[in-house]
């Protein structure tokens, strides 16, 4: 699996932030946001860069790279980061086994060291519920100076769709209201995907518990 995790206090962080591709890479594009820094990105992987040859690259040709910040994991969980000199303090990343955390315009350093913290003691726990718990000790540690205002959660595992892509766009407790809808997509969406068609079978195969349940209306599952 591969994915990002974001919380900012602008509106729909989760439309320009994060960008994933299965058996390819996540890329998170924070700061002043380049969406195709994300875009480009993936093209680079799929050609069979490593993360750090990527990241190199990308900034390079980014006339705009004191303003960004960038964090990458490829398919082989090689990370790179990256933090322009003119970022909005307090600004910076950690990279670390298999992922990479980073921020800006932060209440201060122990939102990231408290996200690579996390990250790095979850290693048994499925990456959802990693990105997750990373998500909310960023949020308990300080989180972003200005406020709150939206949070997301995409991951890809083997199929080209998203295995979970949950996303709060305005909200005064963007994180919290995230973990809400995780917990019920978890049991609701998660025994769905699990059973969608895949390219090895294009009929799926949904339980029938998971129909059963579906079947019902919201309140009543």
Known sequence: MLGVAVSTAVPAVGAICSWVEAGNGAIATQSWVNPYLGIDGLTLLRSGLPAQEVLEKLVAEDPGRDVRQLGIVDNNGSAAAYTGSNCVTWAGH?????????????????????????????????????????????????????????????????????????????????VAELRRVFEVAVKQLLPFTAGMPTRANPLGAIAPETTAMLMKSPASR
Not at 109 to 121: F, V
Not at 141 to 167: I, M
């Open 94 to 174: 950690i990279v670390g086994d298999g992922f990479c955390v980073q921020g800006n315009m932060l209440v201060g350093a122990e939102t990231i060291s408290s996200m690579a913290a996390s990250a790095s003691a979850t290693v048994d726990l499925d990456l959802p519920e990693r990105l997750m718990l990373a998500l909310e000790a960023a949020q308990k540690a300080g989180g972003d100076k200005r406020g709150k205002q939206s949070a997301a959660l995409r991951v890809f595992n083997v199929e080209a769709y998203p295995w979970l892509d949950l996303r709060v766009d305005e909200h005064k407790e963007p």
